[in-house]
């Protein structure tokens, strides 16, 4: 017996590079899931918490390497470092987000 009760999510791409990407998701329940994939890693955002992130993004261009010359995104369970060449793509994706 097929079940087609449950949808899809809905999704949105909302920026993209070659290693980076954000996408929104429209849940069944009405939720709105946002997504921030880096490299590897892939962290899911609520509301809030996307709004949290558009505010840090705003100030990008402030934040500075650590004495390694590494950058570094601080989320709930999860930190991020990036080199220079990873910096400036995920920059790109952060302003390409922003707009």
């Known amino acids: 017996m097929n079940n087609n009760n449950h949808s899809e999510p809905k999704t949105e791409t909302l920026a993209e590079t070659d290693n980076f990407q954000a996408w929104m998701a429209e849940e069944p329940d009405g939720e709105t899931t946002y997504y921030l994939q880096v490299g590897r890693a892939t962290i899911n955002f ?28 601080e989320f709930d369970n999860v930190d991020v470092w990036l080199d220079e060449e990873d910096w400036t793509e995920f920059r790109n994706l952060a302003r390409e987000i922003s707009k």
């Open 46 to 73: 609520f509301q809030e918490e996307w709004d949290q992130f558009l505010d840090l993004i705003k100030g990008i261009d402030e934040i500075k390497p650590d004495n390694e010359q590494l950058y570094r995104l």
